[in-house]
């Protein structure tokens, strides 16, 4: 038996441990993009708070992209799971600096992506979200909420930015994480408290 195709001994202990390296590295590069917070998520701002009483973090965890960290981000509702119809709330705490029109756009794409709206729905939706979305720096907190009649309220760093009150858009914009057919199912299930 050569050197090289040897399974006992202190080489074939080495190519073992290599391996388990090897497999342990990879998993690692394709393990889901969320990862559970240990902490408990921090209170809600308390002007979004008074407007849906009753709201309970349901889970959250940490977004990355690539590695990268992105956000933590909270989900909030008054009961277990998403229900399309009922207040809730997302809070998102940034770990680097994003341009709000970016935002906006990538948020419109998901949007589309996942199937919700007309094309002229959508473009009234992107149009209200550029105008509202201020560029985030690392630190900021963005914190949106659902409330009765569709109307979805923002606030940046606790204080209130402003109001999107378009049919649908409620729905469509918490669709993003919340939808079964979103691009980032890990997370989902991290907001939604399921253990992915």
Avoid at 84 to 102: F, Q, T
Wanted: glycine share 12%.
């Amino acid at each position: 038996m050569s050197a090289s195709t040897r399974s006992c001994g202190r080489d074939g202990r080495l190519l073992r441990a290599g391996a388990r390296l090897v497999v342990a590295l990879c998993a690692t590069l394709i393990m889901p993009l969320g990862t559970a917070l240990a902490a408990d998520a921090p209170p809600l701002p308390p002007q979004v708070a008074a407007l849906a009483p009753g709201l309970k973090a349901q889970g959250g965890g940490e977004l990355t992209y690539f590695g990268l960290s992105i956000y933590d981000g909270y989900f909030w509702s008054p009961r277990r799971g998403w229900k399309e119809d009922g207040p809730c709330a997302l809070d998102l705490h940034y770990h680097r600096a994003l341009d709000g029109a970016k935002i906006a756009a990538r948020s419109l794409e998901e949007i589309a992506r996942l199937g919700y709206g007309t094309p002229e729905e959508r473009l009234r939706w992107g149009e209200a979200m550029r105008r509202l979305f201020p560029n985030i720096e690392k630190g900021d907190r963005l914190t949106g909420i659902s409330l009765p009649g569709g109307i979805v309220r923002y606030f940046h760093n606790d204080r209130p930015i402003g109001d999107i009150d378009e049919p649908g858009f409620g729905r469509a914009f918490f669709a993003i994480w919340l939808d079964p057919k979103t691009s980032e199912a890990a997370f989902r299930q991290l907001l939604l408290g399921e253990k992915p």
